[in-house]
């Protein structure tokens, strides 16, 4: 097998993330069942178990694995730029843009969250809690690069992670009330402005 290459099972694991990501789409997270995912892929029931223990297992595994994708889009689209205020810029409008195309397409997953599916909404808070570190490290990484370059004023250790810390809670309060509110905010219009705010506070 080559380095890398996928096993069968992790490819068939994929194949079955893939099908129930459309089927949760279709009928939305709490009316899929098992039988419907099984039945999308032409396999019995059994063939899911051997797969995966429970749905909310499955649901789990295609949530992770969509936040996981989406973060590592936001890395490469960032590490593209290449100025620091643009690394910065992309930053901030990725993860909003995000969330609003999830919003078109998973339409059905967006009204279970907003019909107050508590477990599904903590699930996936801590999923994308999960993949903080990686955020955290990620604009931290473009600040410090801002400071080293003259271009962002100097700053103290201690504020550079506190500004992290509150730049990503403010984030994620935007993306949930993007989903929560079904587009009754929309920061897009008016992003580019905001993001022209918040740098002039940052350069030197």
Do not use: C, W
């Not at 096993?7 to 994929?14: A, D, G, S, V, Y």
């Not at 995912?37 to 429970?54: C, T």
């Amino acid at each position: 097998m080559e380095v890398g290459a996928k096993t069968k099972e992790e490819r068939m694991r994929e194949a079955i993330l893939e099908a129930a990501t459309e089927v949760f789409q279709r009928y939305g997270v709490r009316k899929t069942t098992v039988d419907d995912i099984a039945m999308a892929m032409g396999k019995r029931r059994s063939f899911f178990y051997y797969y995966f223990e429970s749905k909310e297992a499955l649901l789990r595994s295609a949530a992770e694995r969509e936040i996981a994708a989406n973060v590592a889009s936001i890395h490469a689209e960032v590490e593209k730029q290449a100025t620091v205020e643009a690394k910065m810029r992309s930053f901030f409008v990725g993860p909003l843009r995000q969330a609003m195309d999830r919003m078109k397409l998973f339409t059905k997953i967006s009204e279970d969250l907003r019909s107050g599916d508590g477990q599904l909404l903590m699930m996936i808070r801590s999923l994308r809690a999960s993949f903080d570190l990686r955020e955290r490290a990620l604009l931290a990484k473009i600040l410090r690069e801002g400071i080293a370059k003259g271009v962002f004023r100097p700053m103290k250790e201690s504020a550079i992670e506190s500004f992290v810390v509150f730049t990503l809670s403010a984030q994620r309060g935007i993306e949930m009330d993007l989903v929560m509110h079904d587009g009754v905010l929309d920061p897009l219009d008016s992003l580019d402005d905001i993001v022209d705010v918040f740098l002039r506070g940052l350069r030197v």
